[in-house]
């Protein structure tokens, strides 16, 4: 009696739980539409520039984080995180030497 009382309720916690990511999913694309929206209107407002406004900056930058400046191997290097606004921070490659570095930061920090 008891293996099929726990049955049941796994199989409605699986209903429960398949209900939560399919509203999760909805919301996602919801959320992704919404933001794409708004920056297809930024985006058309701005058709053509000539010169990069600081009105024009916050429109599209959410946040910018400056961290403390290190020097490795007689250079100072600043890691800079922008943040904007509808897609978040953007991720773009850096050079191996850079990228090794890093890693033997975070080696050594752990």
Same mark, same amino acid.
């Given at each position: 009696? $008891?293996?099929?009382? &726990? &049955?049941?309720? =796994?199989?409605?916690?699986? /209903? #429960?739980?398949?209900? *939560?990511? %399919?509203?999760?999913?909805? #919301?996602?694309?919801?959320? *992704?539409? =919404?933001?794409? #929206?708004?920056? =297809?209107?930024?985006?058309?407002?701005?058709?053509?520039?000539?010169?990069? /406004?600081?009105?024009?900056?916050? !429109? $599209?930058?959410?946040?910018?984080?400056?961290?403390?400046? %290190?020097?490795?191997?007689?250079?100072?290097?600043?890691?800079?995180?922008?943040?904007?606004?509808?897609?978040? %921070?953007?991720?773009?490659?850096?050079?191996?030497?850079?990228?090794?570095? %890093?890693? *033997?930061?975070? !080696?050594? /920090?752990?």
């Amino acid at each position: 009696m $008891f293996k099929s009382v &726990r &049955r049941v309720r =796994s199989g409605t916690e699986r /209903t #429960d739980i398949k209900g *939560n990511i %399919e509203q999760q999913k909805v #919301d996602t694309y919801e959320q *992704n539409k =919404s933001d794409f #929206d708004r920056l =297809s209107a930024i985006l058309c407002k701005y058709v053509g520039i000539t010169e990069l /406004t600081p009105t024009i900056v916050n !429109e $599209f930058v959410k946040k910018i984080v400056a961290h403390a400046p %290190e020097k490795i191997g007689g250079k100072h290097f600043q890691k800079v995180n922008i943040i904007f606004n509808f897609v978040g %921070e953007i991720h773009l490659p850096t050079d191996p030497q850079t990228e090794q570095k %890093e890693t *033997n930061k975070q !080696e050594k /920090t752990a």
